[in-house]
């Protein structure tokens, strides 16, 4: 029942809002994975970046669609957390106080059940149209997930439509530029600058921002 309530949120809500309210356009759709283990990567500018992620997807994928979101800010309320974690589908990250647990542990398990995370290795949102810098949490899940491919993409758009700190959109169109996908490397620095030199290199084929 409550995948079925996922769905028609999806399209009934979600996408429309993303094809007919901020004029959502998408290149590269046939890099994104079918099927699982398997992540996207993707600048983060604003909140609508993760339905905009999601709208990639057919409804059809979305049970196996998993978006990585910082528990701080989606687990602040009952209401909230059931609602990102059973309707949203997002796996919460703990940024602070971790200790020794494993803040990872959520995301290994979806990968290891098969399923597709939407990642943002900044870890928050910056200010609009640019990048800062990656978090290696994408990494040690890549080392220890090899065979899983990660996708980048670039965001355009979502940060001039609902900036930080903004309660009210913005008309501006969104875009997302989807890269080929590549696997772990084998090393660290080398897969942290594979993954941001990849996203800044999309940014190189994304249309002009313009108001709707």
């Known amino acids: 029942m409550l995948q079925l309530v996922r769905r028609l949120i999806l399209v009934l809500l979600v996408k429309p809002f993303a094809w007919l309210i901020i004029g959502f356009d998408v290149r590269g759709r046939d890099n994104l994975p079918v099927t699982g283990p398997a992540m996207i990567a993707a600048n983060h500018n604003s909140h609508i970046d993760t339905l905009l992620l ?64 939407l990642i943002f290795p900044e870890g928050t949102r910056g200010k609009a149209e640019e990048m800062g810098d990656f978090k290696a949490g994408i990494a040690r899940l890549a080392e220890e997930f090899p065979q899983a491919p990660i996708t980048p993409v670039y965001l355009q758009g979502a940060g001039r439509v609902l900036p930080r700190g903004a309660r009210f959109l913005v008309p501006f169109n969104c875009s997302a530029i989807i890269g080929a996908p590549f696997t772990w490397p084998g090393n660290r620095a080398a897969f942290m600058d594979q993954v941001k030199t990849t996203i800044e290199t999309l940014r190189k084929d994304a249309p002009p921002l313009r108001w709707l």
Request: hydrophobic share 50%; net charge positive.
């Open 54 to 117: 999601i709208c990639l997807f057919p409804s059809a994928s979305l049970a196996k669609i998993r978006p990585v979101a910082a528990a701080d800010h989606f687990l602040k309320t009952p209401f909230s957390s059931w609602f990102y974690q059973r309707v949203v589908g997002i796996l919460p990250i703990t940024r602070t106080g971790a200790g020794r647990s494993d803040v990872l542990a959520g995301c290994k398990a979806a990968l290891a059940r098969g399923e597709i995370l």
